[in-house]
């Protein structure tokens, strides 16, 4: 029988012209059966410092809340239900569209196939969750299903079984995501001002022996990463 996994997707810097050029794409992913547990896990960690509502965001770390993103950070790391992919693009300001003959939302469409592709077995089954941008946001998930869909010859969505928007403070996996996707973020931007964001993100290398600025391995479970290139068209 498929297992069916959860995968939560959120981004960073991803509009087009916001004059900042790496974007980062991410999603934590899990299995459904354990997402109660690991969401219980969390409220706990958060209680310890303020109250399970307690909403986390890369945005707000301090030097004064650090100990709470370091625990968090050390149990995605401890538990092995929790996997994270992301996707690096170094610099969308030397994006030529026009050359492919597509826009930044269709490219947007394209580079979220990037990064779920390495997730997906076709034996098992996935609900993909995005944190909610805009009223815009339907109508674009409804695209999204179709293109992965499309993508893995899943026409009868028997893979891809479910996408839907959920409001992040209200769903601890996209705030987790969150904080991992700010850290790469933060790391690729090379800003160094906010102490408490550098310790997370020395954290992550630490845990996870990797130093961010560089692909891992196609396979690897836990922390993966593409830093994406874009490829000369062809003449």
Same mark, same amino acid.
């Given at each position: ?8 997707? !959120?981004?960073?810097?991803?509009? =087009? ?47 004064? %809340? ?26 969308? $300001?030397?994006?030529?569209? !026009?050359?492919?003959? =597509? ?17 997906? !077995? ?9 944190? *909610?941008?805009?009223? @815009?946001?339907?109508?674009? /998930? ?5 293109? /992965? ?8 969505? %028997?893979?891809?079984?479910? $996408? ?28 160094? $001002? ?21 692909? $891992?391995? *196609?396979?690897? @479970? ?14």
């Amino acid at each position: 029988m498929a297992e069916v996994f959860n995968i939560y997707c !959120d981004e960073s810097c991803h509009l =087009q012209n916001d004059n900042i050029k790496p974007m980062v794409l991410g999603a934590i992913w899990c299995p459904q059966d354990k997402v109660k547990e690991i969401n219980k896990r969390l409220r706990e960690i958060k209680s310890k410092y303020y109250n399970n509502k307690y909403e986390l965001k890369w945005s707000k770390i301090s030097r004064s %809340e650090i100990n709470l993103y370091i625990d968090i950070i050390n149990y995605f790391f401890d538990d092995d239900d929790l996997h994270f992919r992301g996707v690096v693009i170094p610099d969308k $300001t030397q994006l030529r569209h !026009d050359r492919y003959k =597509q826009n930044h939302d269709t490219w947007y469409y394209k580079m979220l196939f990037v990064l779920l592709k390495v997730i997906f !077995d076709p034996r098992e089954k996935y609900c993909i969750y995005l944190d *909610y941008k805009d009223t @815009q946001g339907n109508i674009k /998930l409804e695209k999204l299903h179709e293109v /992965l869909c499309n993508n893995i010859y899943d026409f009868s969505k %028997e893979i891809i079984v479910k $996408t839907q928007l959920v409001k992040s403070h209200q769903v601890e996996l996209i705030q987790l995501a969150d904080v991992i996707i700010g850290a790469l973020s933060y790391f690729h931007r090379k800003l160094n $001002t906010n102490e408490g964001k550098l310790k997370i993100i020395d954290k992550i290398i630490e845990r996870s022996g990797y130093s961010l600025s560089n692909n $891992t391995l *196609y396979k690897e @479970q836990k922390i993966n990463l593409l830093i994406w290139k874009p490829q000369e068209p062809e003449e």
